[in-house]
């Protein structure tokens, strides 16, 4: 506390589900130029002194108590699960609950800004995709897979809140694949020794580095920014390039063997890919950002060799 | 060894193509990033593969002529509106090819594939490192938007599946790419080709069976299915492209069909005024 009043003129931003690698990454930016709370039920570790630490799962009551202490100025929601793993229930309670959660408190103690963090898997791969897909396409990625179905919901959601509470400004973020020092599906498919790909099929893939999404969410805290918003990194590549660039040696696999292996390795619990996510390294599903480039100013300042060569790196122990 | 092999085969490939040919083809600009792809997926060095098969068609059986190439503009954004016959789209393979390789500088003509195509393993690939697009209506607005050559052919399956008796008549023109012209501004090429319709002339087409196999059309032709694979191999026809003035349109993309129409109808004359020219030229259907 002593922390706050001593700076007390910055503005003060909470930060849902900062105990992981990206909430981090946030964290570790955003409290440089603001006074930074951070929840989470995990315990959180490695963090800059100066930030503010809630243990408390965000569907609890004790959330609130952040939010009456003193007056907030923006939620970065990071608060999202993604764990093909987890009890689909749990999950999906988890984040469809503990979003709207947010959402009511940030609506009752008028926060004047929330920022969420989407992903362009919403829009799901799919072969009659435009090559790049505006904001206004149709969230089609649960016509396969089943687990973004929450994350579907969860950006309608805050889509109905954004009409809901004009006075607000919501701000959807839709990034490509990250990739980097994170723990998430692509940057572990990019660290196989020898990722298996589907035989005959190469898509153009996008990436985006960590640190160009963080850069994303500090662009999306300026005041008078709203909206939903795509975000990419360097002009797309085929996922071949990739591969070839990190001298991967692939495994390219007819696709129904692929299938099969993948369904009974993951009905093994050998692998935790699930198996619909195949599409991504089959067709494209990539994110026109034209929007967030021109109206919110962003910029990408990783090109694809940085973001390979920090995709090499394993996430810090911490 | 593996290295040489390939080096080899890709001497060879360059070899068919010609080395001057492809030199100007592997410089081209066609939106390329500094990777060499552009955002489709078009790769130029990729091309060679293809391309070396083309070549030998377009030289040694189809023996392309090609008339007024240069009617399409070096630079900026085109659209080649271009007649569709032959049972197999060879038409489009042959223009560009012609564009490609007898066009200085060369311009990559990319042409708009079925939906369903990217689906398919290895042709999916193979059409999208040689420039070839989904054919969504956003794609081809982005194609033009970045000033690349886009290759039309707004007949469609009607063009393409008809029988020989109405031989170079002129289907029902679509709509949609006067509407994509306009709101973009692009200059129209109208596109003539003469010889195709006689590579495969279809007797009779059998629609119910076209249906049960999902297909646009199921042709008879003198050799097909007669003759088993081998009759369904296009006849060694003579091609000749036609390339006509650049054509410009004002107005509103939005407009009525029937002012659409009217403009479509311009460049549906035009192509006709190409083909009544090549079918007087030539002397006779191989030669």
């Known amino acids: ?318 | 060894m593996l290295k040489s092999v390939s080096r080899r085969v890709d001497d060879a490939l360059i070899k068919t193509i010609r080395e001057d040919v492809w030199e100007r083809v592997q410089s081209m600009d066609a939106g390329q990033n500094e990777y060499g792809f552009d955002p489709f997926g078009f790769h130029a060095e990729s091309l060679k593969y293809v391309l070396a098969v083309a070549v030998l068609l377009y030289r040694h059986y189809f023996r392309v002529e090609t008339f007024d190439i240069d009617n399409i503009p070096d630079r900026g954004r085109v659209m080649l509106v271009s007649n569709h016959t032959g049972q197999i789209p060879l038409d489009g393979m042959m223009t560009a090819t012609g564009v490609l390789i007898d066009k200085q500088p060369p311009r990559m003509a990319r042409g708009m594939i079925e939906r369903w195509v990217p689906s398919i393993p290895f042709i999916s690939t193979i059409f999208a490192r040689c420039g070839q697009v989904v054919g969504t209506r956003d794609n081809a607005r982005m194609l033009l938007k970045r000033d690349g050559c886009l290759m039309v052919f707004p007949e469609g399956t009607r063009g393409i599946n008809k029988t020989y008796d109405r031989a170079y008549e002129l289907e029902r023109f679509g709509r949609g790419f006067m509407r994509l012209a306009l709101e973009t501004d692009t200059p129209i090429v109208p596109v003539g080709v003469v010889g195709a319709e006689e590579q495969m002339p279809a007797i009779y087409n059998v629609e119910s069976l076209a249906k049960i196999l999902g297909m646009p059309a199921f042709p008879i032709t003198p050799t097909w299915p007669f003759l088993g694979p081998a009759g369904a191999l296009p006849l060694p026809v003579k091609y000749r492209i036609y390339f006509g003035e650049p054509m410009k349109f004002d107005g509103d993309p939005d407009d009525e069909d029937r002012v659409i129409g009217a403009q479509v109808k311009q460049v549906r004359q035009a192509i006709r005024e190409m083909l009544t020219r090549g079918l007087e030229e030539r002397e006779g259907v191989f030669f």
């Open chain 1, 1 to 318: 506390m002593t922390n706050r009043t001593r700076r007390g003129g910055n503005e003060k931003v909470v930060i849902t589900g900062i105990g992981g690698n990206f909430g981090r990454a946030v964290a570790r930016r955003l409290h440089r130029h603001y006074d930074v709370i951070g929840i989470d039920r995990r315990t959180v570790r490695h963090m800059p002194k100066d930030i503010d630490i809630e243990q408390v799962d965000i569907r609890r009551r004790r959330v609130e108590d952040v939010f009456r202490r003193e007056h907030i100025d923006a939620v970065v929601h990071l608060n999202i699960m993604h764990d093909p793993r987890t009890r689909q229930d749990e999950h999906h309670h988890f984040n469809i609950v503990g979003t709207q959660k947010i959402f009511g408190l940030c609506a009752e103690h008028r926060v004047p800004k929330v920022i969420v963090l989407s992903s362009a898997n919403v829009y799901g791969p799919d072969p009659t995709n435009d090559q790049f897909l505006t904001e206004e396409a149709a969230l089609m990625g649960g016509q396969n897979f089943e687990a973004i179905r929450d994350l579907i919901a969860l950006d309608m959601f805050c889509n109905t809140f954004f009409w809901r509470h004009p006075e607000i400004e919501t701000v959807i973020l839709r990034p490509a694949h990250i990739v980097g020092r994170v723990n998430n599906a692509p940057s572990k498919y990019l660290r196989l020794e020898r990722p298996p790909t589907i035989m005959g099929h190469d898509p153009m893939v996008q990436l985006i580095h960590v640190e160009d999404v963080v850069t994303a969410i500090e662009r999306a805290l300026i005041p008078g920014i709203r909206g939903v918003f795509n975000i990419a990194g360097p002009s797309p590549v085929p996922l071949s390039f990739i591969l070839d660039e990190l001298g991967r040696n692939p495994r390219p696999l007819p696709e129904p063997v692929l299938r099969m292996m993948l369904k009974t390795a993951w009905a093994l619990k050998m692998s935790d890919w699930p198996v619909p996510e195949l599409d991504h390294i089959k067709y494209v599903c990539m994110v026109d950002d034209s929007l967030a480039r021109s109206k919110m100013g962003f910029e990408h300042h990783f090109e694809i060799e940085d973001i390979l060569r920090d995709v090499e790196k394993e996430p810090r122990p911490w």
